[in-house]
């Protein structure tokens, strides 16, 4: 039954793409009852109660951003660091930074607080999370507003930070749907009929990305900028096959559509050569009635190209110069669109309004400078992430953490003292930014940088520490190496402090010298290199002449570090993502022991550029092939049976931990007896993909001499017949340990961590044979398995 509507649908779509007409996927429409609300029921009554009471310009004005009796608007803005371009809020680690903590209840705890923050400005909808670009590429620009590259991991994050948003009653919104993985053509130059969405009513696409008419219906407000000029008119397409296009790039929504999300937003690029807001394909069939997503779609900026195109599409919130009277409200008159969908449309905008009870109370929207101080407590929580996401990835000669022992420390780098303006400059990355930052980088830019109301940088927190601690603090404050001294400068015999204004001259007769080093981009533009010329140049010549080279990385997607992490004198690796306000603390902290560093890697490091697969790399073209498919990060490492130089998953400690040599392994095999899953399609898909069917359990201890926090990770091989990657991770579970101690771990398996998407079949199958399960400290070290028929 199931099947034949799947294949009607199937049918229908490629005439309607081919003919042009106006399309009706009426399954989308949630009055269809084909998805089941759930708890969503009761929302979705007052919501349709609600427009009943409204005439059709009312309903106009909902779906373009106004307001309509007693509704007065619907507030929207990104993004998961903060609310964008907001006084007084808290500039949080960012998502990149978030997802190497590896930690479920930290990402559930910022999406409340965080949450809570929106609320205080009276924002209805704050978009966050960013699922996707997923981080195909390591050169994608936007990698850092990201949890990482891999799907599973990707999505139980983004679905914690829905949670926790919701708790806080504020609307989340997820994005970018979809396959929008680098920035390089996004958004085509001019016009242009706009895709083949079905649209015949639109007078030409309109890509200047301006917010469209009325209020804002563009609601990343700094999606406008970057290199937005083409060589083509039309934003790339993407083409993928159908199994990769589920397994790796849907299944991140489906936890965020299951954790309750109200809004998601399309993206700018085409998906098989028809724009993501104009896709009735992936809006309508995937998202809206596969996924079961019951709140509303809205543009990326100049997402919209046509009127009842966009409509019919799936598209629920847009611009008034698209959606009028004169488009819409004839459509309904000569029957190319309908009162349903229009009501529908009004309905799904206000699903999660009523479902967070904002029609009850919910604070006034504030302006962008009002003194309203929503932060709290929020530092601590900030710091807090922030230090338990750094990964320490090298650690030799007991060089961390610094102690006392350490009468001379000395810091180089620009990436160690404040940029000379900020910190809330509009830190866009058009054409001509630098790859590094000249100054402590510490958030991204585009639509999720920082509003911070301060940065307390590694310069700050180190010379805190140095009067407090009573060591001597020397610095470098500048990326360039200078050996010799100019002349005309005094030059010092090296005699007591009085020592040569020289980079070498700071380094030597330091007991530890900490190089900071990073690497930067955002929305806009893609990463033009994945190491620094300059900064490593900067390394090796303190290494050079210090023999304890402490070196601490933030960047925004895979740095490499094999240019200086062999050097005999490089003794420890730092590395993270941009830790918000709190950087310069959370540094500290780890680097003198305050805290054990217990973050890890949520990509590959490789040990060169050319060993990520070409295919990958940011390309010009405009027709894009996703070929490697389900093959991206370690994946493709796995397969290509390449050794990487730090292993997806990979992060050391101040202490050591082991794994019990035994795992366990129990499943329900009723819920495994069907190789479909064949419930009924709700919110978050198909309502069995949610059942456990399995649990592993085995124990870590801590068998090193302080306390310490690790990641147990599972990995699952499929059988062959699945045709899948070598090993996928399938759960993960962060510890803390006392030295001595031995604690238990559990991962629960949902049918959907088994399952694979049948392409002939457009079902997910749990396909039978045998699976096998390790249990390790990350991908590439995992010590014993264990099987499972199926
Ligand atoms: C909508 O599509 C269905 C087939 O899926 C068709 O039976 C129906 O006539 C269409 N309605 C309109 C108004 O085009
Ligand atoms: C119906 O009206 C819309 C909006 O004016 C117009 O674009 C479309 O061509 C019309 N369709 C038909 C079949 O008349
Ligand atoms: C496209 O944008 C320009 C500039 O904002 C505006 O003048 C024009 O009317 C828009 N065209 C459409 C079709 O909306
Ligand atoms: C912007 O993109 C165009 C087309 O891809 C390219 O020719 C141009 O060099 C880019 N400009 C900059 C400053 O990167
Ligand atoms: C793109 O089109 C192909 C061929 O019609 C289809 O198999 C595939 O599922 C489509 N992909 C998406 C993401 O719509
Ligand atoms: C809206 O459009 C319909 C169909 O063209 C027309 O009958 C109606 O008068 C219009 N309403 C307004 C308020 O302009
Ligand atoms: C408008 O007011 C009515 C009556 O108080 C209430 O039931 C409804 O939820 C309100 N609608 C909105 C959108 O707030
Ligand atoms: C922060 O404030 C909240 C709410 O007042 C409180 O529950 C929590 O304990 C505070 N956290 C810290 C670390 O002080
Ligand atoms: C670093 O030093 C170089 C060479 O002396 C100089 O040109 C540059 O302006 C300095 N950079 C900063 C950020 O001070
Ligand atoms: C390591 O540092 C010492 C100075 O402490 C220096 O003499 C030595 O040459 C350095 N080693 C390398 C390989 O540069
Ligand atoms: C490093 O150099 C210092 C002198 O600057 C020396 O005292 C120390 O023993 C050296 N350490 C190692 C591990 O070579
Ligand atoms: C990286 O690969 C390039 C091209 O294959 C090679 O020339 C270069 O030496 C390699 N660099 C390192 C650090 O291995």
Redesign the pocket.
């Known amino acids: 039954m199931k099947h034949d509507l799947w294949l009607l649908a199937a049918l229908y779509f490629?005439c309607a793409v081919k003919a042009e007409v106006a399309s009706n996927y009426t399954d989308a429409i949630l009055s269809s009852g084909t998805v089941k609300l759930g708890d969503w029921q009761d929302a979705y009554e007052k919501a349709s109660t609600f427009v009943d009471s409204l005439s059709t310009s009312e309903k106009l004005s909902i779906i373009t951003g106004g307001g309509g009796r007693n509704l007065s608007g619907i507030e929207m803005l990104d993004s998961s660091s903060n609310p964008i371009n907001y006084y007084f809020v808290t500039a949080w680690p960012a998502p990149l930074a978030i997802a190497m903590t590896w930690d479920k209840n930290y990402i559930v705890e910022q999406g409340e607080a965080l949450g809570a923050e929106f609320k205080g400005k009276g924002v209805n909808v704050g978009y966050g999370p960013t699922v996707q670009p997923l981080g195909r590429s390591p050169w994608g620009g936007r990698g850092a507003e990201t949890y990482g590259p891999d799907s599973y991991f990707s999505g139980i994050m983004s679905g914690g930070l829905v949670q926790g948003m919701n708790k806080a009653g504020r609307v989340s919104g997820a994005k970018h749907f979809?396959?929008n993985e680098q920035e390089t053509n996004r958004q085509g130059s001019s016009g242009g009929m706009g895709g083949m969405g079905g649209g015949q009513d639109g007078p030409g696409g309109n890509s200047t990305g301006d917010s469209p008419g009325g209020t804002s219906p563009s609601n990343e407000r700094r999606q406008v900028i970057g290199n937005t000029t083409s060589s083509s008119s039309e934003a790339y397409s993407?083409?993928?096959?159908?199994k990769a296009?589920h397994e790796t790039y849907l299944a991140t929504f489906y936890d965020t559509i299951r954790a309750g999300v109200g809004a998601v937003m399309c993206s700018m690029n085409r998906?098989?050569d028809t724009y993501g807001c104009e896709?009735q394909?992936?809006l309508s069939k995937?998202l809206k009635t596969e996924l079961g997503f019951v709140g509303f779609v809205s543009p990326d900026a100049g997402g919209q190209k046509t009127g009842i195109g966009s409509a019919n599409a799936g598209l629920d919130y847009g611009s008034s110069s698209y959606w009028s009277n004169s488009t819409l409200g004839a459509g309904i008159a000569n029957g190319s669109f309908t009162e349903a969908r229009l009501n529908d449309m009004v309905i799904r905008n206000l699903m999660g309004y009523f479902k967070h009870g904002q029609d009850v109370s919910y604070p006034t929207h504030a302006g962008y400078t009002d003194a309203i101080d929503v932060r709290a407590n929020h530092s601590l929580l900030a710091r807090k992430f922030a230090q338990n996401s750094l990964a320490l990835l090298k650690n030799t000669n007991n060089a961390l953490p610094l102690t006392a022992a350490q009468r001379v420390i000395s810091i180089f780098g620009t990436h160690a003292a404040p940029r000379i303006v900020g910190p809330n400059t509009a830190l866009t990355v058009q054409s001509g930014v630098a790859s590094t930052m000249d100054g402590h980088m510490s958030q991204i830019g585009g639509s999720a940088m920082s509003s911070a109301a301060y940065l307390v940088t590694p310069f700050q927190a180190f010379n805190e520490r140095a009067a407090k601690d009573g060591f001597m603090l020397k610095w470098w404050l500048n990326n360039t190496v200078v050996t010799s001294s100019g002349s005309g400068m005094m030059v010092s015999d090296g005699t007591g402090t009085e020592i040569s204004e020289t980079t070498t001259g700071i380094a030597e007769n330091s007991d530890a010298c900490v190089v900071f080093i990073n690497a930067w981009s955002g929305e806009g533009a893609d990463r033009s290199e994945l190491r620094n010329e300059e900064q490593d140049a900067l390394v090796t010549a303190v290494a050079d002449a210090c023999n304890n080279t402490i070196v601490v990385v933030n960047t925004v997607g895979p740095r490499l570090l094999t240019q200086w992490d062999s050097h005999e004198n490089v003794t420890a690796i730092l590395y993270g993502g941009p830790l918000g306000q709190e950087s310069g603390y959370a540094i500290n902290d780890v680097l003198f022991g305050d805290v054990n560093p217990s973050g890890k890697l949520v990509h590959t490091l490789a040990k060169n550029e050319s060993d990520y697969d070409s295919n990958t790399q940011i390309s010009e073209e405009s027709e894009l092939v996703f070929s490697e498919g389900n093959f991206i990060d370690y994946k493709y490492f796995d397969q290509q049976n390449k050794t990487p130089a730090y292993p997806f998953g990979f992060g050391l400690s101040y202490t050591t931990f082991g794994y019990a040599s035994n795992l366990s392994i129990s499943s329900d095999s009723d819920k495994l007896a069907t190789v479909y899953a064949l419930g009924d399609l709700a919110v978050g898909g198909r309502e069995d993909l949610w059942d456990i069917v399995a649990t592993v359990a085995t124990s870590v201890s801590n068998t090193g001499s302080v306390a310490g926090a690790e990641v147990a990770q599972l990995y699952v091989e499929f059988p062959a017949a699945a045709d899948e990657p070598v090993r996928q991770l399938r759960g993960f579970q962060k510890v803390a340990i006392q030295p001595g101690q031995v604690t238990a771990v559990k991962f629960e398996l949902r049918r959907r961590d088994l399952s694979i998407w049948d392409v002939s079949a457009q079902e997910w199958a749990v396909v039978r044979g045998e699976y096998k399960f390790w249990v390790g400290t990350n991908s590439r070290e995992l010590g014993v398995s264990t099987t499972l028929s199926v």
Do not use: A
């Open positions: 490629s979809i396959l993407v083409t993928i096959d159908d296009f998906i098989n896709n394909e992936t995937h």
